[in-house]
């Protein structure tokens, strides 16, 4: 039964497996579903070199076995003959299945860095749009709100034009200054009686209370924002280099911008199969056999940069998720917010569910890729559970 069961596995594989000079099936957004499809398809490959070797392996026992015996000297030759031929054809199927294996790793790391840059490009433009966001100013000084400026100068005009004085420029911009220059003009200001103060104070209450209490929170979240966008543009950085390593063994000239601005993808894959062309017929030649092994090298060193890569991403992605709930908590601790919900400018309520759907993203179209122990093997080193 367990047979079947692996024979039909096989023939699956045998389907539906892509050839390395196939074009490549559309890209999956989820890097994940790739690398359990390259799992998948390296699992393939070598159930079915396992299904070639085993009665090969099953007849070199039986001829070791038979050495032991007492052969006639026209027999053992023969039998050495067979033995011989059996363990060249077992180190071809070896060298075969390690080379389907580089190809599949090869197309599936190929596909992976396609799709971590357009999340990197995309995590870019989030960030940027965040770290310039004009409305984080708007929000964290009550000089923008056109309440507080209206009620600055009423106090203007109505200032003892003796004792009183303006604060102009930097100081009359500041937050603290402004406001602290404000309440005390409103509290010393002459001719107008207690309850024309209180209708002014009440005017801004909400404004000063929410900018007051908020404004270190707000320039936080604008800096630390612009900190990840930092990040992120290191990602970018060390994404294009391995690109640039990755098709360095193909003969692949242009950077990752330009592959991506020109669409270039199938130039990528013509350069590879040209590569592997050249790398099967070295193979197959028993004098090209150092030039081979290095190839095949060269084509799989490109896998451990992207499973380091791989890592750095992964911190990246966790160090973002964890400030924006840390930017979650800093939105939503406002205490007053229903209170003074309707002086509170929309922008604040924009922020918060911006903040919330990038947690969201952070979680699931940016998370971190998931590769353990077993996984890492099995990419990096083909493991072949199998034997």
Not at 158 to 178: A, E, P, R, V
Request: charged share 25%; glycine share 2%.
């Amino acid at each position: 039964m367990k047979s079947l069961k692996l024979i039909l596995i096989l023939m699956g594989c045998m389907i539906v497996m892509p050839s390395a000079f196939a074009a490549e099936s559309p890209v999956d957004e989820d890097v994940n579903k790739v690398i359990a499809s390259l799992m998948d398809e390296v699992q393939g490959i070598q159930l079915k070199f396992h299904l070639k070797r085993k009665p090969l392996s099953i007849k070199r026992i039986r001829l070791e076995q038979a050495l032991s015996y007492n052969l006639a000297a026209i027999e053992k030759i023969d039998v050495l003959w067979q033995l011989n031929y059996i363990k060249k054809n077992l180190h071809q199927l070896f060298v075969d299945e390690q080379s389907e294996i580089s190809k599949v790793r090869y197309l599936k790391g190929l596909q992976i860095i396609k799709i971590l840059y357009e999340k990197s490009l995309t995590l870019d433009h989030h960030f940027a749009s965040v770290s310039t966001f004009h409305e984080i100013n708007k929000l964290s000084n009550p000089n923008q709100y056109p309440e507080f400026v209206k009620m600055k100068e009423e106090l203007v005009q109505n200032q003892d034009k003796k004792s009183g004085f303006q604060l102009k420029g930097i100081l009359g911009n500041n937050l603290y200054t402004s406001v602290v220059h404000s309440l005390v003009s409103l509290f010393h200001q002459p001719g107008s009686d207690k309850r024309e103060k209180q209708v002014l104070l009440d005017e801004v209450e909400c404004i000063l209370d929410f900018t007051l209490r908020m404004h270190q929170d707000l320039n936080t979240i604008y800096f630390e924002t612009a900190f990840l966008q930092k990040s992120n543009d290191n990602i970018l950085i060390e994404l294009q280099q391995l690109f640039t390593d990755y098709t360095k063994p193909i003969d692949y000239p242009w950077p990752l911008k330009e592959c991506r601005k020109t669409d270039d993808w199938e130039n990528v894959r013509d350069h590879l199969g040209q590569y592997l062309e050249r790398m099967d017929r070295a193979l197959r030649d028993p004098d090209q056999q150092y030039k081979a092994h290095k190839m095949q090298i060269d084509l799989e060193f490109p896998i451990d940069r992207l499973l380091q890569f791989i890592s750095l991403y992964n911190a990246h992605i966790d160090q973002s998720a964890k400030f924006y709930e840390k930017f979650s908590i800093m939105l939503n601790s406002y205490e007053n917010e229903e209170q003074c919900a309707t002086k509170i400018p929309m922008e604040y309520a924009k922020i918060k569910e911006n903040v919330s759907i990038s947690i969201e993203k952070f979680n699931n179209a940016y998370r971190p890729v998931e590769i353990n122990g077993s996984k890492m093997k099995q990419i990096l080193y083909g493991i072949n559970e199998y034997d």
